[in-house]
């Protein structure tokens, strides 16, 4: 019988390792602090005082991850923009809901624990919690051998907000001849990706070195890693501004599947097509032809991140508060009267 002693490091967990990790990471999620925290990182959890103010608070709770980006950024080997795509994935989600945003916990589960690495996402979501105003009160690190591939991670995210209740979104006044606003998003954002990677690395035999077709120099992968768009300043000005019916954050669904959530029964929402400018990796996914219309807007974005629900009134006055934010909008659409769906035209 071998009497040779084991230990955990000789399993493949360093926890050493793992404290380094922690320490290294201490002073990022403190510049993400705001009113309200009153506990630092390294408990049993996160405390955090709920604002005052609010009558009759609802506290909305978001989690995602952001799926198979993950690979593009392993391919790559950038690692610093995929932790805003966590942030940003769970913010959309809240302000949709009229919420302000204000704590967030990530989990980060790894084979074995590279450092630099961890500390590259770990500043994506610092970078992500301070755009979207939101803390960074804790979270987990886990190391499984055996369980990733070496150099490679999964990620996930939770995120709290409020909101007074006779405020949160959808409202009840959605009716007919609405105005649809979309707010622009950058690319992807974190939805698609297995089907966009199957047509540029499959289909197209493309790499992530390769340069992107009409991309002003840069690579396919720095196109495809362009990190989702955070929408909670903006929102929170239009929020303030005017009434907003209701916001649909175009994820996982694209237009088909996720405009119809915020809707009443009997409503259509009408999508002009070609109302609005189209982000370089859509016009290149649609010039190759080879998917089909309704799969593109049930499975991207097509350039829009948001869609706001407003009184014909009120649109162009919105448009212009969107526009002096600094950020694009335009009106694609209405509602009419019909089937709780998404028609594009």
């Known amino acids: 019988m071998d009497n040779k002693k084991i230990d955990y490091r000789s399993s493949g967990v360093n926890i050493d390792a793992g404290n380094e990790f922690v320490r290294r990471i201490k002073p990022l999620t403190k510049s993400t602090f705001i009113e309200g925290v009153v506990s630092d990182i390294g408990g049993f959890g996160g405390f955090f005082r709920l604002p005052t103010?609010?009558?009759?608070?609802?506290?909305?709770?978001?989690?995602?991850?952001?799926?198979?980006?993950?690979?593009?950024?392993?391919?790559?080997?950038?690692?610093?923009?995929?932790?805003?795509?966590?942030?940003?994935?769970?913010?959309?989600?809240?302000?949709?809901?009229?919420?302000?945003?204000?704590?967030?916990?990530?989990?980060?589960?790894?084979?074995?624990?590279?450092?630099?690495?961890?500390?590259?996402?770990?500043?994506?979501?610092?970078?992500?919690?301070r755009e979207a105003e939101m803390a960074l009160i804790g979270g987990e690190t886990a190391e499984m051998p055996g369980f990733y591939k070496n150099g490679e991670y999964d990620i996930a995210g939770f995120a709290v907000g409020v909101v007074e209740e006779g405020k949160a979104l959808p409202s009840k006044d959605i009716r007919a001849d609405d105005c649809l606003i979309g707010i622009a998003s950058n690319g992807l954002h974190s939805n698609g990706y297995s089907l966009a990677r199957k047509l540029?690395?499959?289909?197209?035999?493309?790499?992530?070195?390769?340069?992107?077709?009409?991309?002003?120099?840069?690579?396919?992968?720095?196109?495809?890693?362009?990190?989702?768009?955070?929408?909670?300043?903006?929102?929170?000005?239009?929020?303030?501004?005017?009434?907003?019916?209701?916001?649909?954050?175009?994820t996982g669904g694209g237009f088909i599947d996720n405009i119809p959530r915020v809707l009443p029964d009997m409503a259509t929402a009408i999508i002009e097509e070609g109302s609005w400018e189209m982000p370089d990796i859509f016009r290149f996914?649609?010039?190759?032809?080879?998917?089909?219309?309704?799969?593109?807007?049930?499975?991207?974005?097509?350039?829009?991140?948001?869609?706001?629900?407003v009184s014909r009134e009120s649109c162009d006055d919105v448009l212009s508060l969107v526009k002096a934010c600094g950020d694009k909008g335009w009106k694609i659409g209405r509602i009419e009267r019909g089937e709780k769906e998404v028609v594009i035209r």
């Open 285 to 309: 996914i649609v010039e190759t032809g080879k998917i089909e219309k309704n799969e593109l807007y049930r499975t991207f974005n097509m350039g829009i991140g948001l869609v706001l629900v």
């Open 53 to 129: 103010g609010l009558k009759n608070p609802l506290l909305v709770a978001t989690t995602d991850g952001v799926g198979t980006k993950l690979k593009v950024a392993f391919d790559a080997g950038i690692h610093t923009t995929i932790g805003i795509d966590l942030v940003a994935m769970c913010a959309n989600d809240l302000i949709a809901t009229g919420a302000t945003p204000l704590f967030f916990l990530d989990y980060f589960a790894t084979g074995a624990l590279t450092i630099e690495q961890g500390v590259d996402v770990v500043k994506g979501i610092t970078e992500g919690c």
């Open 200 to 250: 540029f690395f499959d289909e197209l035999l493309m790499s992530v070195e390769d340069d992107f077709p009409g991309g002003q120099g840069q690579s396919v992968g720095n196109v495809l890693l362009r990190p989702t768009r955070i929408y909670v300043k903006l929102m929170k000005s239009l929020l303030r501004s005017y009434h907003i019916k209701a916001v649909a954050h175009i």
